[in-house]
């Protein structure tokens, strides 16, 4: 059956919405929103995953542990973990990929100047002190009180998925409006810590003491603690850059620049462990079907090493191994090769906890499953009015 031709998505409905407001002539801004806002084609991406749509089954059925006790846990907010194996959450030598320090060298002309060159444009900046006033918490076992955290503890990538324009000199007065304008819109949602875009700038919008709305239904684990729905746990840096596109540059050099300077930057100020640096394609979740890769931001093609960064696709999912999550032949073809060694990881820990154990692992996968959807309903009481994608 023929992908259907589709009308614009809601983010792009919306930066049309705001550029719009820059023309004053009436007529032409008429044309302007009719072109924008036109039904397209179906990308070549877009065909191939309605031609591939995945059965109801999962691929895989297996996920392990009695390897962690978990408590309610808040929404946004992280339960502590016992006994996690080490081989599952670090890869190499973490003093190899060490920033050092870094600090703030001046401010001026609505800049952040820091001491590894790194330049954070802060004029999109939201207030403190604006709703929400929410703060990084955490829970323990056995409690319903969440302990606060004084830091994040790690970040999560994303693209803003938004109105594109060739990367060419001839573009440059577009670039420079979709780059704003999509800054402008990250900032009305709360969507993000930082935007890069492709001039490689980087721009503040969320205070990191303060939550982003970025990650909604995920899950993560280091060594000591699991991480439930990241917006109050992790930061946000978000790449201006599309998943699926045809001809696009993926991420310019300057954003891999930028993005290196200031992941390193959060890195020595937070002292966040490498194997807490993922892509919302590895964290998010579907609750519903308990499949992960719910969304695929940076699909498989996240920069790790070019940031100076271990490859963290090799890491197996936590949402797998303590949760009984799946995955399908959709999430495979969005995020490629480079994250099937971490699948095969999570397999292997499942098998071994199931056979530990004495049981079946369909019986383990229920178990788990029983475990993260009575956490789940806590969540949702917990933060009935909170915002999250």
Do not use: C
Not at 179 to 207: K, M, N, P
Not at 242 to 260: D, H, I, N
Not at 346 to 352: C, G, R, T, V, W
């Amino acid at each position: 059956m023929e992908t259907p031709i589709k009308p614009p998505s809601v983010i792009k409905a919306k930066i049309v919405e705001q550029r719009a407001e820059f023309i004053s002539d009436p007529v032409a801004k008429l044309r302007f929103i009719r072109r924008e806002t036109a039904p397209v084609e179906p990308t070549r991406w877009e065909k191939f995953l309605d031609a591939h749509k995945p059965k109801v089954t999962m691929s895989l059925g297996v996920a392990a542990a009695g390897l962690v006790i978990f408590a309610i846990a808040s929404s946004q907010r992280s339960v502590k973990a016992r006994s996690l194996p080490a081989v599952a959450y670090s890869t190499g030598n973490p003093s190899a990929h060490e920033p050092g320090s870094i600090w703030m060298v001046d401010t001026r002309g609505g800049q952040e100047i820091y001491s590894n060159s790194l330049r954070i444009e802060t004029r999109f900046t939201i207030p403190l002190g604006e709703e929400p006033t929410w703060k990084y918490n955490r829970y323990t076992k056995g409690s319903k009180t969440p302990v606060e955290m004084k830091d994040p503890v790690g970040i999560v990538f994303h693209t803003t998925e938004g109105l594109m324009a060739p990367f060419e000199k001839e573009q440059n007065g577009r670039l420079k409006f979709i780059g704003e304008s999509q800054v402008r819109l990250v900032r009305s949602i709360r969507a993000y810590h930082y935007v890069v875009d492709r001039f490689g700038q980087v721009w503040r919008v969320v205070q990191e003491s303060e939550p982003a709305f970025h990650s909604g239904n995920s899950i993560w684990a280091d060594k000591d603690w699991v991480y439930m729905n990241l917006n109050h746990s992790f930061l946000a840096v978000s790449f201006e850059a599309r998943t699926q596109g045809e001809g696009e540059a993926f991420v310019t050099e300057a954003q891999k620049l930028s993005g290196k300077l200031l992941t390193d930057m959060l890195r020595a100020k937070y002292h966040i462990p490498f194997g807490n640096l993922v892509t919302h394609g590895q964290v998010s979740v579907n609750p519903d079907n308990y499949g992960i890769g719910y969304h695929t931001d940076f699909g498989g093609e996240f920069p790790f090493t070019e940031l100076g960064l271990p490859d963290n696709y090799q890491l197996p999912p936590p949402s797998m191994t303590m949760f009984g999550f799946n995955y399908d032949e959709t999430y495979l073809a969005a995020m490629g090769d480079r994250v099937v060694p971490g699948l095969a990881k999570a397999e292997d820990m499942l098998n071994s906890q199931a056979k530990a154990q004495g049981i079946t692992p369909a019986l383990l996968t229920r178990r788990l499953r029983e475990q993260y959807r009575q956490i789940f309903q806590n969540l949702k009481k917990d933060n009935k009015n909170e915002v999250s994608n």
